[in-house]
């Protein structure tokens, strides 16, 4: 069976370039999760690297299958320069460890909350993952294993992210397109939800 994250960090190069920074966590009871920063123009981008080395597994089952289910890893692009949006490091450590930890599987559509600021002063405690296949192209790994996704992450306010709950994640996201949102902006206010 192949190392996987070799794979993903060349596919990750690939598509963004050479990282300019990267930073490692490690959880108890965990694999290390390293997340890398990306700078492209007036954006950076970081991604998790370790998510994808294991399945994500049904938290019901009685068993982890080490071999079959989905794999991901996690994108996040904000504006540079707005806020210190690097202290999202560890946020996003930890919403990548969230499978092994808690034994979740991350899709499309899904909330995920951290319960504390993703960055220093930052409006936002919470993210919408949104839909692979984007920014960075689905990994196609050999059989018997699932591709890796790329799953966006868009930051949410509190009041969106409740709102969201209510409506769902389709709703949000076409009243963000409506009202044209910077999903960017490090600083930006929630999207008018009357």
Known sequence: MADVLPLVEARLRSALGEPDARAAVTFLGTDRIEVLRFTDGDV??????GM???????????LADPVKGPRAEL?????????????????????????QVEGVVVAPGASLDVGEP???GAPFTSV????PGGLVED?????PLDPVHFLPLLP???????WKRVHGAQALQERWLTNGTDLRDPSRKSVPLE
């Open 75 to 99: 994108l996040m692009s904000v504006r540079s320069g707005l806020a210190d949006t690097d202290k999202v490091l560890r946020p996003l450590a930890v919403l990548a460890a969230s499978p």
């Open 118 to 120: 993703l960055w220093p």
């Open 52 to 62: 994808s080395a294991q399945p994500m597994g049904d938290p019901t089952a009685m």
């Open 139 to 143: 990994l196609e790994l050999d059989e």
């Open 156 to 162: 949410m306010t509190p009041n969106e992210a409740a």
């Open 44 to 49: 950076v981008r970081y991604a998790t690297l």
């Open 128 to 131: 919408l993952v949104a839909e």
